[in-house]
């Protein structure tokens, strides 16, 4: 089975090392992204949005002779969702990390403060705010290599809406592994009819994982993460 990996916000391919592995020794094709605007710092991001993000996704998919799946991390969630949206006949299965299968109109996160056509990596303190669990099971080694390594993702792609179209998404099986929000909590939040997980109940195979740890388990718990992921595929 060929797994196309996409991260969230200021990653790159890199992030996906420690995960790739133990999916190729199961014998799948593994290809990790780095969506358009992450390649470096350097990087003009200006006129990069969400679509570009999308259609970067679509572009491996159709490299792909039999049907895929699609692994999104974070906000790279709301681009997989999208993908599937493009081509639904095309992928077997998407897996949600962290993350959900966006709604339509709605943007990923607008609300990240943005220097021009960057994102930057916000201080760590947003991240603890009320609460949060999104830094659990970090080291301070981490979170140094984590922001040592990070690339201002491109503001447009955090501040465009989702863009949906075809009702065939919700033939797609979806896995969610969430790491930072419980089972409850997620069918409390679709009873209450919350936008951000108003696709759900409209999904005809939804599985939950729980594998609690920072919003990033790719480096907290890589080992748990990639057996979810080997499970779920």
């Known amino acids: 089975m060929k797994i196309i990996m996409v991260p969230g916000f200021w990653l790159g ?12 020794a199961a014998g799948h094709e593994v290809v ?8 470096s710092v350097d990087t003009d991001r200006a006129g990069i949005g969400l679509a570009e993000h999308v259609a970067a996704v679509v572009a491996e998919i159709d490299r792909s002779d039999e049907p895929v799946v699609l692994v999104g991390h974070s906000g790279g969630g709301t681009v997989v969702h999208a993908a599937v949206d493009q081509r639904p006949d095309r992928v077997a299965r998407a897996v949600y990390v962290d993350s959900g ?7 990923t996160n607008p609300h990240l403060p943005s220097d021009g056509p960057d994102l930057p990596l916000p201080e760590w303190d947003v991240f603890r705010a009320d609460g949060s669990h999104d830094l659990d ?6 979170l140094a290599d984590f922001r040592e390594r990070a690339v201002p993702h491109p503001a447009a792609a955090a501040q465009d809406p989702q863009v949906l179209s ?5 033939a797609v ?14 069918d409390t ?5 919350e936008a951000y997980f108003a696709e759900l109940p409209k999904i005809a195979d939804v599985t939950i994982v729980e594998l609690p740890t920072s919003h990033w388990p790719q480096f907290t718990k890589p080992e748990q993460l990639a057996e979810v992921l080997r499970d779920a595929i």
Do not use: C, K, M
């Open 137 to 142: 099971d970090f080291t301070d080694a981490q």
């Open 101 to 107: 299968p966006l709604p339509h109109g709605t943007p």
């Open 32 to 39: 990790a992204l780095t969506l358009p605007g992450l390649e």
């Open 166 to 170: 075809n009702e065939a998404r919700y």
């Open 189 to 193: 939040y679709t009873a209450a009819g």
């Open 173 to 186: 099986p979806v896995t969610l592994i969430t790491t930072t929000f419980t089972r409850e909590q997620i």
């Open 13 to 24: 391919a890199w992030s996906w090392d420690r995960i790739a592995p133990a999916l190729g």
